[in-house]
């Protein structure tokens, strides 16, 4: 079975909706931790529209399990890392209007500037992960950047259903078992859920799971009644 890495940027995102101090993400993080995540992982966008930097050189500081710093192949973004050295690096494509990550990195048509960047982490001691499609073509120009790992993305499986989604299943299989042959961690997340996630889980060679939303939401749910009850204790008693 693979391990848990837990995202924590919409702990945060809760925090800027109101640009409160609190939910602390830092906060969240500890909980992760106490819960048994083998790993955090924060996406420090260029708008630092939910994890902003000082939440990465907090979590950098205190975090006892490994910080894995989801971010865009920008030179401010590169040196931040460079800077603060998490354990290691998942490297996405961003785009400002979208509202989660939509795809995978265009390995392809950014070889060359991923290469450096790549190269650049891994001589600093940051291995770098590439957030790709779960492609067989993928897995090879990966293997040929010389990344340490890839995290699949699992957003299309997430959204099919059926005999559709087991057609996915099959791909990201078969793009773990390349990857794996070319000596890369495999890693996969994004909407990945409480109904979604065995299969996914159970993959051979499949080596972390990076999974947010529906942690979070769940978290929402499951801590209402007891955030109410607290409340309840300060109004009524
Ligand atoms: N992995 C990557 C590379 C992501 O961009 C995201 C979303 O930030 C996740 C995993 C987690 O996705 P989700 O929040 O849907 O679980």
């Known amino acids: 079975m693979a391990n848990l890495g837990v995202n924590i940027d919409h702990v945060a995102t ?3 909706a109101r640009g409160t101090l609190y939910p602390d993400p830092v906060d969240a993080a500890v909980l992760a931790q106490l819960g048994g995540a083998d790993q955090i992982t924060v996406h420090l966008r260029e ?3 939910h994890i902003c930097d000082r939440d990465v050189r907090v979590l950098r500081q205190f975090l006892q399990i490994p910080l894995n710093l989801e971010m865009a192949n920008t030179p401010e973004i590169v040196g931040i890392a ?6 290691m690096v998942t490297l996405v494509p961003e785009k400002r209007e979208e509202r989660t990550t939509e795809g995978g990195l265009a390995l392809r048509a950014q070889f060359e500037s991923l290469h450096s960047t790549v190269l650049k982490l891994q001589e600093a001691a940051i291995p770098v992960s590439l957030f790709v499609e779960p492609s067989l073509e993928d897995m090879e120009l990966s293997a040929r950047m010389g990344a340490r790992m890839v995290e699949l ?3 299309k499986y997430a959204e099919l259903a059926g005999d559709a989604q087991k057609r996915e299943l099959e791909r990201i299989e078969k793009a773990t078992a390349a990857a794996n042959n070319l000596g890369l961690i495999v890693h996969a997340g994004h909407g990945l859920h409480y109904r979604n996630v065995r ?3 159970q993959i051979p060679f499949m080596h972390d799971l990076n999974i947010g939303h529906s942690i979070i939401a769940r978290a929402v749910l499951v801590g209402l009644e007891r955030a109410v009850r ?5 109004v009524c008693k």
């Open 230 to 234: 607290e409340m309840r204790d300060l």
């Open 153 to 155: 993305h699992t957003g």
């Open 199 to 201: 299969p996914i889980a």
């Open 82 to 87: 460079l800077e603060v050295k998490p354990d």
């Open 14 to 16: 809760l925090r800027q």
């Open 47 to 49: 708008d630092r529209r």
